[in-house]
């Protein structure tokens, strides 16, 4: 009997990390169990374009990090605690094994989003996501040598490729949408296709 893949089925549900009763303090304990979980760099202007990547994301089957629910992370900020902020920080991206960094006008203006990248360079598989409107050639060139992903489409092509499934079954079972489908949930904050490659 074929099996019928419907969202039920097809994964686990996903959620934000900062809910999940595990926090890795080691860097390695996370590599060797597999764990898989986008941190989700963003400037705090760009709070509401980040929550909708991170939905987009959680409705895909992927575990993210995003400190909107890090209740610890923003009574730091609130208190202007650099450390408790620093530590915060640093344990999501240790729980991680992947950091999307959203990039608008704003980024330019961060100054915690370059101490994230710094942070999780080396340690995370790092991309880079262009808001809508990012003309080509502006992003800071701290973060021109990570993957770019400049549309709908390439956002897609990189949660398939994290969660080793297809992209027409992501698709088909409603766990993604295509970038060409106007009710995309995505289509307000980012291109659906850019023809144009950024490099």
């Known amino acids: 009997m074929e099996r019928v893949w419907t969202k039920e089925n097809f994964l686990k549900m996903a959620l934000n990390r900062y809910y999940y009763p595990t ?6 304990k996370v590599i060797s169990l597999g764990v898989k979980c986008v941190f989700i760099s963003h400037q705090q202007n760009d709070k509401d374009a980040a929550r909708k990547i991170a939905d987009y994301l959680i409705n895909a089957g992927v575990d993210v ?11 730091s900020h609130q208190s202007n605690n650099a450390r408790a902020v620093t530590d915060s920080i640093r344990k999501g991206i240790n729980n ?9 006008p704003n980024t330019l203006r961060s100054t915690w989003v ?5 942070y999780g360079y080396d340690k995370t598989d790092l991309s880079v996501l262009c808001l809508k409107g990012i003309p080509k050639g502006s992003l800071p060139e701290y973060i021109r040598t ?17 969660l080793e499934k297809s992209q027409s ?3 088909e079972t409603k766990l993604m949408s295509s970038y060409a489908n106007s009710a995309n949930p995505l289509s307000n904050v980012m291109d659906a296709m850019i023809n ?3 490099n």
């Open 114 to 118: 370059p101490f994230e990248i710094g």
């Open 196 to 198: 144009d490659p950024y």
């Open 96 to 104: 991680s094994s992947h950091m999307l960094v959203l990039v608008s």
């Open 169 to 171: 079954l992501l698709e």
């Open 65 to 75: 990090y995003f400190d909107e629910y890090d209740g610890d992370l923003r009574i």
């Open 23 to 28: 926090k890795y303090e080691s860097r390695a």
């Open 146 to 162: 990570a993957n770019i992903i400049r549309d709908i489409y390439d956002f897609n092509i990189k949660i398939s490729n994290v």
